[in-house]
């Protein structure tokens, strides 16, 4: 048996293992972007493989299968184009990696200034909620709008080869601009629709930045409750949030605090120094709940205090009479 466990030991040791190797590539990224006027964005991300020739590897099943199971990796680049905080921005995937073939895909695979365009594309749709992001800024009547290359933001060798910006449904473009100055400006403009063609990364913006009119209504369901307890002078109130990650307003009299609740979490915040009056908490975009009246918690007084102290001593009182009178009882049998 020994001998036979030895020859099977050697056998294993001698045989040539088998090594996949992970394929290289190189990938063409290529991005639409649909501005609405209800303050939402959506996003079409289009990708297309190909190797250190510039072939296509579209057709390649198991380098697309892995690519499709990467696909939450993409979907934190494409938060990370409108938030630092990808986990707090509310999105909705409205397709999920997709082989579409008759789809093209454009870039410079080979730095060579001409852009080659590849037929197939692996294609995603990601709705983004603006008013869950970072980079939104209330202008007067229109929004400031940035836009961030997560791409280029994490690696310089990275860039998106093509972007296309679309305003429509109500969004209307006012105004645009990029950053940094020196990189490349749009390809294509036309009243609410431009687009880039990056061919390096020194020519791809690494911001895109708008302003656009548009009248932004609450997509985004608040599951919002709430309750206050009022102790001395101080008021606890307690967020539960149920629905999308946000920042919320406690305002108590003349004190406002800002706080951030994720989804599905709570927070305690105390606020002191206050006086006894409703509790407003607010929304990005407006007043939430309103009338919030505390409770009242019931803390002892220095009186209570001492009335406890005399029932306490009192109590005891009592409980060393009666040892002594049961002592002094059993004496008097005994005698």
């Given at each position: 048996?020994?001998?036979?466990?030895?020859?099977?030991?050697?056998?294993?040791l001698?045989?040539?293992?088998?090594?996949?190797?992970q394929?290289?590539?190189?990938?063409?990224?290529?991005?639409e972007?649909e501005f609405?006027?209800?303050?939402?964005?959506?996003?079409?991300?289009?990708?297309h493989?190909?190797?250190?020739?510039?072939?296509?590897?579209?057709?390649n099943?198991?380098?697309?299968?892995?690519?499709?199971?990467?696909?939450?990796?993409?979907?934190r680049?494409?938060?990370?184009?409108?938030?630092?905080?990808?986990?707090?921005?509310?999105?909705?995937?409205?397709?999920?990696?997709?082989?579409?073939?008759?789809?093209?895909?454009?870039?410079?695979?080979?730095?060579?200034?001409?852009?080659?365009?590849?037929?197939?594309?692996?294609?995603?749709?990601?709705?983004?909620?603006?008013?869950?992001t970072?980079?939104?800024?209330?202008?007067?009547?229109?929004?400031?709008?940035?836009?961030?290359?997560?791409?280029?933001?994490?690696?310089?060798?990275s860039?998106?080869?093509?972007?296309?910006?679309?305003?429509?449904?109500?969004?209307?473009?006012?105004?645009?601009?990029?950053?940094?100055?020196?990189?490349?400006?749009?390809?294509?403009?036309?009243?609410?629709?431009?687009?880039?063609?990056?061919?390096?990364?020194?020519?791809?913006?690494?911001?895109?930045?708008?302003?656009?009119?548009?009248?932004?209504?609450?997509?985004?369901?608040?599951?919002?409750?709430?309750?206050?307890?009022?102790?001395?002078?101080?008021?606890?109130?307690?967020?539960?949030?149920?629905?999308?990650?946000?920042?919320?307003?406690?305002?108590?009299?003349?004190?406002?605090?800002?706080?951030?609740?994720?989804?599905?979490?709570?927070?305690?915040?105390?606020?002191?120094?206050?006086?006894?009056?409703?509790?407003?908490?607010?929304?990005?975009?407006?007043?939430?709940?309103?009338?919030?009246?505390?409770?009242?918690?019931?803390?002892?007084?220095?009186?209570?205090?001492?009335?406890?102290?005399?029932?306490?001593?009192?109590?005891?009182?009592?409980?060393?009479?009666?040892?002594?009178?049961?002592?002094?009882?059993?004496?008097?049998?005994?005698?």
């Amino acid at each position: 048996m020994k001998k036979l466990i030895l020859l099977l030991l050697l056998t294993l040791l001698l045989s040539p293992v088998q090594v996949r190797a992970q394929p290289r590539f190189w990938t063409a990224l290529n991005f639409e972007l649909e501005f609405r006027g209800d303050g939402t964005a959506l996003v079409e991300v289009k990708q297309h493989p190909f190797d250190y020739a510039g072939r296509s590897l579209i057709g390649n099943t198991t380098l697309i299968n892995m690519i499709k199971e990467d696909e939450s990796d993409m979907i934190r680049y494409v938060l990370l184009m409108f938030s630092n905080r990808p986990d707090s921005v509310s999105y909705k995937v409205m397709m999920h990696s997709t082989l579409l073939n008759n789809e093209t895909v454009v870039c410079d695979p080979l730095n060579t200034g001409r852009l080659s365009e590849y037929r197939g594309s692996l294609s995603m749709r990601i709705l983004v909620y603006l008013n869950s992001t970072d980079f939104v800024r209330k202008i007067d009547d229109s929004y400031e709008i940035t836009v961030v290359d997560s791409f280029t933001e994490r690696d310089p060798r990275s860039w998106i080869d093509y972007i296309g910006f679309n305003f429509s449904k109500g969004a209307e473009l006012i105004s645009y601009r990029w950053e940094p100055s020196f990189a490349k400006g749009p390809t294509n403009v036309s009243r609410n629709y431009l687009s880039w063609y990056n061919y390096n990364e020194r020519d791809a913006p690494d911001r895109y930045i708008f302003e656009v009119k548009m009248t932004i209504k609450r997509e985004v369901k608040w599951l919002l409750s709430a309750s206050a307890v009022l102790s001395g002078d101080c008021i606890a109130v307690t967020l539960n949030n149920k629905g999308n990650s946000s920042y919320f307003y406690i305002s108590i009299g003349d004190q406002t605090r800002k706080v951030y609740v994720g989804s599905g979490s709570s927070k305690n915040i105390k606020i002191c120094n206050v006086s006894l009056g409703p509790v407003k908490i607010y929304g990005e975009n407006g007043l939430l709940l309103e009338n919030l009246t505390p409770s009242h918690s019931f803390v002892p007084s220095t009186a209570d205090y001492g009335l406890s102290y005399v029932f306490l001593l009192a109590g005891l009182s009592l409980i060393t009479a009666s040892f002594f009178i049961r002592k002094i009882e059993k004496q008097l049998q005994q005698a």
